[in-house]
Nanobody, 116 residues
Framework: QVQLVESGGGLVQPGGSLRLSCAASGFTFSSYAIVWYRQAPGKERELVATINSFGGTRTYVDSVTGRFTISRDNAKSTVYLQMISLIPEDTAVYYC?????????WGQGTQVTVSS
């Protein structure tokens, strides 16, 4: 059974940090690129960061560049999103997506709320 399970979300004050995790099972994790998306209330889902299957290539949306870092541990079938200097505009449900050559899978999401 394919699963992607996000964790690590929560409530944090502006300027704070969180590390999200996306744990995968049921498929060959190391063959898939991983994408983090987020969706704020009333807004469309937005691509935040990507990492290729071996972790050598990473991309970020401009609004998080320099504050977010995506990484992966293929031995643990897990991808991370380290977030620092969080701002209220980062408030959203964060989703990970595994993207393969012919299939893709979504996680259920984890809520991040940045508020004082």
């Amino acid at each position: 059974q394919v699963q992607l399970v996000e964790s690590g979300g929560g409530l944090v004050q502006p300027g704070g940090s969180l590390r999200l995790s996306c744990a995968a099972s049921g498929f060959t994790f190391s063959s898939y690129a991983i994408v983090w998306y987020r969706q704020a209330p009333g807004k469309e889902r937005e691509l935040v960061a990507t990492i290729n299957s071996f972790g050598g290539t990473r991309t970020y949306v401009d609004s998080v560049t320099g504050r977010f870092t995506i990484s992966r541990d293929n031995a643990k079938s897990t991808v991370y999103l380290q977030m620092i200097s969080l701002i209220p505009e980062d408030t959203a449900v964060y989703y990970c997506k595994a993207v393969g050559s012919s299939r893709s899978f979504w996680g259920q999401g984890t809520q991040v709320t940045v508020s004082s």
